[in-house]
């Protein structure tokens, strides 16, 4: 896809189709990555973003057990009274 570089200010811009907006869920702001050879735009996302429905899904497949204990056969509790 060719876009055109358009001036705001003393700077370039461009403009994304609605189409390409909704497609990525783009809101308010976007990451913009600088690699070697090209650029790359992607949505910004919340730190943990989702956790809570793959959470869900784990319970409800029964594939949200511990994997460490809790408590170790050889800590003292006692050190933290």
């Given amino acids: 896809m060719e876009l055109a570089l358009i001036a705001i200010g003393n700077s370039k811009g461009i403009r994304l189709p609605k189409a390409v907006i909704k497609k990525y869920h783009l809101e308010k702001t976007i990451e913009l990555v600088l690699e070697k050879d090209h650029i790359k735009l992607r949505p910004v996302r919340k730190a943990r973003e989702g956790w809570d429905n793959q959470f869900k899904k ?18 003292n509790l006692d050190e933290w009274k």
């Fill in 58 to 75: 784990m319970k409800e497949a029964k594939d949200d057990r511990m994997l460490l204990p809790d408590v170790f056969e050889d800590e």
